[in-house]
């Protein structure tokens, strides 16, 4: 996982703890993003292609999507974007 994507979650994470305050969100919120990872792991080809060899896919509670590239053997996590977010601000990551 690149490191922007860790503290991409994490910010979300803090945000949730702060703002909504409630530590329900908290753990549903890392629950539902362990779960699109496993499944990605067992089914990359599963989210929808972006740009640049990317694909991504949406969370179904939370207004975020995982970007993430894969090979043969490898799925790396890209970034962790808002929705509403249209720029490929992580286009450039690895």
């Not at 993003?33 to 060899?53: A, Q, Y």
Request: glycine share 4%; proline share 3%; hydrophobic share 40%.
């Amino acid at each position: 996982m690149a490191q922007e994507a860790r503290a991409e979650i994490a910010a979300v994470i803090r945000w949730y703890a702060r703002k909504a305050g409630k530590n329900m969100q908290v753990r549903a919120f890392r629950t539902e993003v362990r779960e699109i990872l496993s499944l990605l792991s067992k089914h990359p080809n599963m989210g929808s292609p972006v740009v640049c060899g990317t694909r991504c896919m949406a969370l179904r509670r939370f207004p975020f999507r995982i970007v993430y590239h894969h090979n043969s053997d490898t799925l790396r996590i890209i970034a962790l974007t808002y929705h509403s977010r249209r720029s490929v601000y992580w286009a450039g990551r690895q």
